[in-house]
Structure formats: structure tokens, C-alpha cells
């Protein structure tokens, strides 16, 4: 079976961006390279085991099958929804923050 393409949405995209600079500014360059390799092969097993993380409860029909991976090194979690074609990153979150709200305004 062909894996599935990657579409990182606007949001999950500024969150990367956000959370690799926040590792660099706290850790170093070293730091958030482990940070990126983390999401790395969090998305690679996305792609070969889209169910993999569990169903986040929603009531919001617009967010209708999105599911949570926790990565492994990070506290932080990829929030994704598995389509027949592709895996959409909707955002990538640190378990401190008040994840529903920011899941409503993606």
C-alpha cells in the first residue's frame, strides 16, 4: 500500500516554526534538531500507520475524525486527520497549552 502525502496545514506549519525556535532560544541548535527528528519520524509513521494515534473527542463537525500522537522525546502531540490519499497536520501543540480552544480556531 502507498503511503499517504503529508499536507501540513497554515497552522500546524507556524506551530513548527514556533516550537523549533523556542528549543533553539531555550536548548540550542542541538536541542531542535532532536525536536525536528522527533516530528520527523512521528510523521513517517503517520503515513505507514494512519490510525495510529487516538481519536480526539470532538463535538465540532469540522474537526470530524482528528486523532492525537504524542511525540515520543517532546511534550507535545501531532493532531492529524487521516484521508484515503493523505495525513493532514492540522496542528502540532505542547500538552501545557489549552488544547481545545486552539484546535477550534484552526
Request: glycine share 4%; hydrophobic share 40%; proline share 10%.
Amino acid at each position: 500500500m502507498p503511503r499517504r502525502a503529508l499536507v501540513r496545514h497554515p497552522a500546524a506549519k507556524r506551530d513548527l516554526v514556533e516550537a523549533t525556535q523556542y528549543f533553539v532560544d531555550e536548548g540550542g541548535n542541538e536541542v531542535a534538531h532532536e525536536f525536528l527528528d522527533d516530528v520527523a519520524h512521528a510523521f513517517t509513521r503517520l503515513r505507514r500507520f494512519p490510525n495510529l494515534g487516538r481519536p480526539w473527542p470532538t463535538r465540532n463537525p469540522t474537526l470530524e475524525g482528528l486523532r492525537r500522537l504524542p511525540l515520543k522525546r517532546f511534550p507535545l502531540s501531532v493532531f492529524y486527520r487521516p484521508t484515503r490519499s493523505a495525513i493532514e497536520v492540522i496542528r502540532v501543540l505542547h500538552h501545557a497549552r489549552d488544547i481545545p480552544p486552539l484546535l477550534e480556531e484552526t
